[in-house]
């Protein structure tokens, strides 16, 4: 009888009717105790099949406890079973966000895989692929570089490869790089990726292109090569075509995507078409609270601002904050996000930015010369104050080394201070290029800007990123850290073709001050001026940059 409510359970499971699959599953678990006992295995698996079910219905405290469940029984027999247990625990964790706690059930899945089957067994691939997704959405990239990569070895050693398998860790590590900001690291992993898809792996589906295609297409985008972008965008709509047919919200997801590339290079024109293309979508499948069907407005809310018609742009925005409203609560970040477009929208109109002291002039890295590592020597780095206006000192100095030095400490915290100002006014006039979340911090405008502005706001990456499209330099910074290999920087991008970079060090600091940076600096051997942006393509220069890492691990142990 216990067999038949299964049977019946995994047919409700299979039709998505898991509701109904759990109470067959927990049919099944009350008659296989009474048969078994409590700590028989086939009672573990009742226990994670209602797990399973749980998860479906994405109420994860329900599946982790029924998980918990079934890993008591399995930990009892010794069972390799029990890796499953955590395994699963560990997804749970991951969608929930507790990242720290999926990290440490994968990991002692792993333990367990690697104890039982050999440390190159695929399970123990897959472990290590789960684990660096863990600390990729954690935001610790270095971390999961390190555990893709010895996930790829496996699988690169295997006598039957599964290229689908490889392809898919190497969009993983291209991802990775893409979240660093190294976008030229990203689409080398992303073509190995698509090569594998369309020459070797003879299973490979039209939609594993255009995944593949979609990530070729973000990472060209965020290096600011539009064109590349958007062949890929078309590509994928090609494929989607064929799929799902024009009216399918995939491919309006593409039409938004299109559409935010025309706004960005000027062509407002083909943005307003694009965005119009998946409106015309959304209302044909009756889907117009769908969250894309928002952004769409939102798309037309920021050309609208750029060509001045502010009146059609507040039509439009608030037209994607009703969509929002009704799909997400009113602290989600995608409706304080349109919040925050519409307070940007007034202050076009009305003109109040943030003023800025004339202290930096736009043109400063364009007319700077650069010279090759070997013109160059007595690579230092160079500290400045340990507050928040530390890291606009070290960009101050970097950009205007000459009149830095030659002023008084006054009138250094003024240039620092002015790119304090100059950062608000960015986030002002282009809010549209900064994350809610990741950015912002799930902050008001008006409230980042205004703890920014009072020095209450330890600055960081999104001040860096600010800065890197307002003068089309890029940022490099190397994290001082005590442990592990010598690491990839993380890089802020200006979405446009440089070949300058002004390269950082930064070190963990605790307490309220956060984090303190530092900046690279070197002599040019023929004049000893000292130098401050360097070359994009010159790869000695990362060599140097480890180098002094080296060094201020040494020093401060």
């Known amino acids: 009888m216990g067999q038949s409510y299964n049977n019946i359970g995994l047919v409700y499971f299979e039709q998505g009717e898991y509701e109904q699959a759990i109470n067959c599953y927990t049919k099944t678990l009350q008659i296989r105790i009474q048969d078994f006992g409590e700590t028989n295995p086939e009672v573990a698996n009742c226990y994670s099949n209602i797990g399973v079910a749980y998860s479906k219905l994405e109420n994860y405290d329900a599946a982790i406890e029924y998980h918990k469940k079934a890993l008591e029984i399995r930990l009892i027999k010794d069972s390799v079973e029990a890796a499953k247990s955590y395994n699963s625990i560990g997804v749970c964790y991951s969608r929930k966000k507790a990242y720290n706690e999926a990290i440490e059930s994968f990991k002692k899945a792993k333990e367990i895989y690697c104890d039982k089957l050999g440390k190159d067994h695929p399970m123990l691939s897959t472990m290590y692929n789960n684990i660096g997704n863990a600390y990729l959405d954690k935001g610790w990239y270095d971390d999961a570089l390190k555990y893709f990569k010895k996930s790829l070895e496996i699988k690169l050693n295997e006598s039957n490869r599964d290229f689908i398998a490889i392809a898919y860790i190497y ?8 979240a660093k900001g190294l976008c030229d ?58 799929k799902f047919g024009e009216d399918h919200p995939q491919v309006a997801i593409i039409y938004n995507k299109i559409a935010l590339i025309y706004y960005f290079t000027g062509h407002y024109t083909e943005g307003i078409d694009y965005s119009n293309k998946a409106l015309k979508v959304f209302s044909k499948i009756a889907q117009e609270n769908h969250p894309e069907n ?69 043109d400063i890295v364009t007319h700077y010369k650069t010279f090759s590592c070997d013109e160059m020597e007595n690579f230092s780095n160079k500290d400045f104050t340990n507050d928040h206006l530390g890291l606009f000192h070290c960009v101050a100095y970097a950009l205007q080394t000459y009149d830095y030095v030659k002023n008084s400490s006054q009138k250094r915290n003024e240039m620092a201070s002015s790119l304090r100002k100059l950062v608000a006014r960015i986030l002002e006039e282009q809010i549209e290029l900064f994350d809610e979340t990741r950015d912002l911090g799930r902050k008001p405008l008006n409230e980042y800007c205004e703890e920014l502005l009072n020095n209450k706001l330890p600055p960081g990456y999104t001040e860096l990123k600010a800065l890197a499209h307002y003068f089309k330099v890029q940022f490099w910074v190397f994290q001082v850290i005590k442990f592990g290999n010598l690491v990839s920087p993380d890089v802020m991008n200006p979405r446009t073709n440089t070949d300058k970079r002004i390269i950082l060090f930064l070190t963990k600091k605790n307490g309220d001050l956060g984090a303190r940076f530092s900046l690279m600096v070197a002599k040019n051997k023929k004049d000893s001026q000292e130098v401050t942006i360097f070359r994009c393509k010159d790869k000695e220069i990362q060599g140097r940059a480890h180098y002094l890492v080296s060094n201020m691990i040494d020093k401060a142990d």
């Open 171 to 178: 969009n993983d590590i291209g991802s990775t790089y893409l």
């Open 294 to 362: 928002a952004k769409s407005y939102i798309i037309l809310g920021h050309i609208y601002k750029r060509k001045k018609d502010f009146q059609k742009s507040e039509e439009n925005y608030m037209t994607a904050q009703k969509i929002l409203g009704q799909i997400y609560s009113g602290n989600h970040p995608k409706v304080l996000q349109v919040k925050n477009f519409l307070t940007c929208l007034k202050k076009a109109q009305t003109k109040e930015f943030t003023q800025v002291p004339l202290s930096h002039p736009i």
């Open 185 to 242: 690291e990203a689409i080398e992993y992303y073509k190995k990726a698509l090569d594998l898809i369309e020459k070797k792996a003879k299973s490979a589906s039209d939609m594993d292109k255009i995944i593949t295609y979609n990530h070729l297409s973000k990472a060209y985008f965020e290096k600011g090569q539009y064109d590349e972008s958007l062949e890929y965008h078309k590509l994928i709509i090609e494929k989607e075509y064929s």
